[in-house]
């Protein structure tokens, strides 16, 4: 169940692409629904089969509509990890204001940690286009400029494995002092995560909550128990109590959080039992949508004007021209 979800490929438009008009479509869904019901097929309860009947029925909601092209420098390229057997992917986003180099030095960075199988740049330049989001935030909203930070650590869940690979190391020990040595980029920092990366996101987040201005995770791919069906997210019962990002969740008691997942997202019913583990309520919220780009995308202009008050809160003011 882990990996199809984390291919995090769907978009609630394609049955009217192909042609099939809404009264067929779902004559042919309840068609569907009602021989997996009448034949007691325990299919009809998986992600499959709900993600189809979500998108005849409409019930996922609107689409996200991506912004226009902004002016944006992208710089990416790969590091070599000994936390990690393959090397790690990465890609910066400067948005209108914040340049490349000495000039970044103060920007604020926000560290972006992609779903499973997504990489980097389909983060910040293809699929979701985080890149622009916050390119048109900065200029057409007035947020406070930040540049952008997505790296991928293959899809070992951002926590150490028996097999040796420890992503969680990686992002504190290399990636993050990397940003800071190698590309200047030196000033406040946030975190945010889609699915697997929004498990990580929080994960860090409780691990050094004083690293970070705010923390938001989206549709995060959250597991209440070992046993509840985990897939490889984790090695063991008690490989999962080690990492249970709801036992730490008082670790972001002074945090500024944000959550955000569809309600008919599978990963719903965990990621509000989250929410209730936190000593208060957290920014964002639950509404229609589905664990795909058009939720994500639908809500991405509110995290990212979110995330810029949270820089805002904790970014000097310029001193006064003499």
């Known amino acids: 169940m882990t990996g199809r979800l984390g291919a995090e490929a769907g978009d609630p438009r394609r049955g009217a692409e192909a042609g099939v008009t809404r009264r067929q479509f779902l004559i042919g869904g309840g068609l569907v629904a009602a021989g997996l019901a009448a034949a007691g097929i325990l299919g009809w309860r998986s992600w499959t089969a709900r993600d189809y009947w979500y998108r005849l029925t409409g019930a996922y909601g609107e689409a996200g509509t991506p912004p226009p092209p902004y002016r944006v420098t992208y710089q990416k390229g790969t590091l070599a990890s000994p936390h990690l057997k393959e090397p790690v992917a990465y890609d910066i986003a400067y948005p209108s204001g914040v340049e490349a180099g000495a000039a970044a030095a103060t920007a604020p960075v926000l560290i972006c940690l992609p779903g499973r199988g997504r990489s980097p740049g389909e983060v910040l330049q293809g699929h979701m286009r985080l890149g622009d989001y916050v390119a048109e935030a900065i200029e057409e909203r007035g947020v406070l400029p930040f540049a952008v930070a997505a790296v991928q650590a293959s899809d070992?869940?951002?926590?150490?494995?028996?097999?040796?690979?420890?992503?969680?190391?990686?992002?504190?020990?290399?990636?993050?002092?990397?940003?800071?040595?190698?590309?200047?980029?030196?000033?406040?920092?946030?975190?945010?995560?889609?699915?697997?990366?929004?498990?990580?996101?929080?994960?860090?987040?409780?691990?050094?909550?004083?690293?970070?201005?705010?923390?938001?995770?989206?549709?995060?791919?959250?597991?209440?128990?070992?046993?509840?069906?985990?897939?490889?997210?984790?090695?063991?019962?008690?490989?999962?109590?080690?990492?249970?990002?709801?036992?730490?969740?008082?670790?972001?008691?002074?945090?500024?959080?944000?959550?955000?997942?569809?309600?008919?997202?599978?990963?719903?019913?965990?990621?509000?039992?989250?929410?209730?583990?936190?000593?208060e309520p957290p920014a964002g919220g639950f509404t229609p949508g589905g664990h795909n780009d058009a939720y994500w995308m639908r809500v991405a202009p509110a995290e990212i004007e979110w995330i810029g008050a949270r820089f805002a809160e904790v970014t000097p003011a310029p001193l006064p021209d003499a």
Do not use: K, N
């Open 156 to 279: 070992t869940y951002w926590h150490a494995r028996e097999a040796g690979d420890d992503a969680m190391a990686m992002l504190f020990e290399e990636f993050l002092p990397f940003l800071r040595d190698d590309l200047g980029l030196g000033g406040p920092l946030a975190i945010m995560g889609w699915s697997m990366g929004g498990y990580g996101a929080l994960r860090a987040a409780e691990l050094h909550p004083e690293r970070f201005a705010a923390v938001c995770g989206v549709s995060a791919a959250l597991w209440r128990s070992y046993e509840d069906g985990v897939g490889d997210a984790f090695d063991s019962a008690s490989d999962y109590a080690r990492h249970d990002v709801y036992a730490d969740a008082g670790r972001l008691r002074d945090l500024p959080v944000r959550i955000d997942c569809g309600r008919q997202d599978p990963f719903y019913e965990a990621d509000a039992a989250f929410v209730e583990a936190l000593a």
